[in-house]
């Protein structure tokens, strides 16, 4: 009986939780004009070009996320304004704010290699690495954790 129990509230929940999720794939779509690459309960990648892709996490209970991976060198103007149009999308903050912020904190990751910056209520953290397939720029914008 728990387990009947346990399964109803499973199957009850997910539709809520694919709707919260399709809701953030639809309007991070709607201002990137990124494709939908792979897609679970709470998370989606997307494709914006060769060298940049988004990825979106979404929270349900907890903070959702935006993230942008850019291959090369240095991230082009275009990278942050993608970036700044998705964050805003999922947090609702003005996307100028999330991209100056993205700014800041890549500058500051391209010396420690690692960064964050609060921006109007969210985190900008960024991270530059080079691997084998050469060098790479992932920010994201988080939500806050505080929700009231």
């Known amino acids: ?53 988004l990825t979106l996490a979404c929270g349900g209970s907890y903070p959702s996320s935006v993230g942008a991976q850019f291959r090369g060198e240095t991230p082009p103007d275009t990278y942050y304004a993608l970036f700044g149009r998705a964050g805003h999308a999922v947090t609702g903050i003005e996307a100028g704010i999330i991209e100056a912020a993205a700014h800041r904190a ?3 990751a391209s010396r420690l290699r690692h960064s964050n910056v609060d921006a109007g209520g969210v985190r900008v953290t960024c991270s530059v690495s080079t691997g084998e397939k050469g060098p790479l720029t992932l920010c994201a914008v988080i939500e806050s954790t505080d929700r009231s």
Do not use: H, K
């Open 106 to 108: 890549r500058d500051a």
């Open 1 to 53: 009986m728990r387990a009947l129990l346990t399964l109803i509230l499973l199957l009850a929940s997910g539709p809520v939780l694919a709707d919260s999720c399709g809701d953030l794939i639809g309007r991070v779509t709607a201002a990137t004009q990124a494709e939908i690459g792979n897609r679970s309960l709470d998370y989606a990648t997307f494709t914006v070009a060769p060298d940049t892709t």
